[in-house]
């Protein structure tokens, strides 16, 4: 069975982490949308609703003023024998009639304002003279006490033969049995109700507590005040609640209500919106929506397919070119093909092009220059593709897992493998440079190089703690060049790949010998076995037949010291005792000068 390729897997796998959460995202988008605008269509009603009803409460706080003024100005009238003499009776209702014409025009929100006897109900004085006269028997019945006002409930006036609310106050004179009346047609308030909808379906009403119809709903009938209205809405209202839901109107269509007790009225006030009405920006968009996730689909695809040949392209490149030079074809050169595959890639084809072209000027070196090439070709291919294998492998199990926090660990360690292959293509372009590049030393300060070294380290090894701990004074410097920092990383990483402990610590320790820097590494692994001692840094000796690394790092330590003009060896923390661990021992010359050092390493 033919296996998929690099390229595929990457395509299948971008195709699967992009489009299942943006496919789920979109869905829990189009659920979700629903439930915000039924749930800001709610908070709008319920604000409309406190704004009516705060308005209704603000009018008859009003009126309840203005009959308390009247009151005060009448009884001034009276205290100070404005009324006394003959004719007293005559001024008496002149006056009246004057302060009542004067409160008539105060605003426009009073129908009518009355003059009653507080006993039997009877109108003496009104600015509506047909109501002079007459027995106001239903407003005996909310008829206040001590003074006091008293708001009525709606109620239908049998002499006017319509509702009315009215604000009463009886007098504060002892020796008038007076009552004021401000009657109110509750036409206003069905102003009020029908006021800012203008576009919507919108509908408000109020309901008393026999529930029935006090101001008309734009879908009940003209006999609206013998209608019974009963819904979840009304219910609430008339139980002293305020909030808002969605339920059944009187007609049982389906609306998104706000429900406000009146306590001044003690009628229940509700604003509604059919559903369907205020779903009906949700629906004008389901297409939009369609659309959308279509065109991100095939954007994703292109994507996708874009991204596949970034990440397989350079390799293939390199393997193709590879396999050419490996068959004999010396003048063949990457010029430029791998530009696109990031500076790793640039730095390994420029390498890759010094190399062939050395090989097509000495075609003596043919054997050798061979060996190298399958070398990179190895370490391209099995080293690289085994990590790229590793990633593929943790951004498979992200994909199943369903848990947020798993889903961030594998990713993290898909990264990790990616900075193992960073670091592994960056190890080989070293191995070419250190026995290539000219030599050009200058002061390096070894505390920064290794502290530097040992976080690179712990980067790509997460799961481990590594300690490390320098004897070296802090502004250690020694002649040396960038490739230092290589020796140094290889050899902690080295450290970390083969200490089986899962704490891993390491010791630095410096000393000056016989015109040479002493270095003396060690770490609490295991030792390592007298016939493997110089074995350990020839490039593949150890580390690819043990599974665990490429098998260059000691190789590149061994060939960064003899650039140094120094020399390595491992000796055992205790003499004959393999189980208290080894020491790298490390010797570079301390007279190493500024500038070119002529000679070749060894």
Known sequence: MKSRSIKTKIFVMFLVISLVPMFGMSFYQYVTSKDVIVKEEKCNLFNIANEKANIISFILDNEEKRLREFDELIMHDIMSGYFLGNDSGTNFTAEINKNLEYYKYYDNFSEAILLINATNGKVLFSTSPDDIGHYLRDILIFMPSGGNVSITPVFYSAIHEKPVTAVILNSSSSSHNFAYVSRINTTFMENILESSFTDQNWDAYMVNQFNTFVTPSRYSSEDYMNTWVRTVGVERALNHENGTDIYDNFNGMEVVGAYRWIPKLSVALLVEVPVEDSLSDFY????????AVILASIFVLVVATYLGNIVTRPLQILVDGTKRIADGDMNYRLNGRLSKGG????????????????????????KKAKEEIEFYLDVLTHDVGNMNQSVLGYLELMNMEGNLSDKSMYLKMAEVSVKRIIHMVENVKAMSLIKSKERNFYPVNLTEIMEKAIETVRDIHITRYISLKSDLPADKTIMADEFIYNLFFNLFNNSVIHNKNSDVYIHVDMKEEDGYYRLEIEDNGEGILDSLKERIFKKFEIGRNAGTSSGIGLAIVRYCVERYLGKIWVEDRVEGDLSKGSIFVILLPKNLSVGSVAGVTK
């Open 284 to 291: 004008n968009y389901q297409d939009a929506y369609v659309m």
């Open 343 to 366: 500076y790793e890639f640039v730095n390994v084809a420029s390498s890759f092009n010094e190399m062939t072209e050395k090989l097509g000027y000495n075609m003596s070196d043919l």
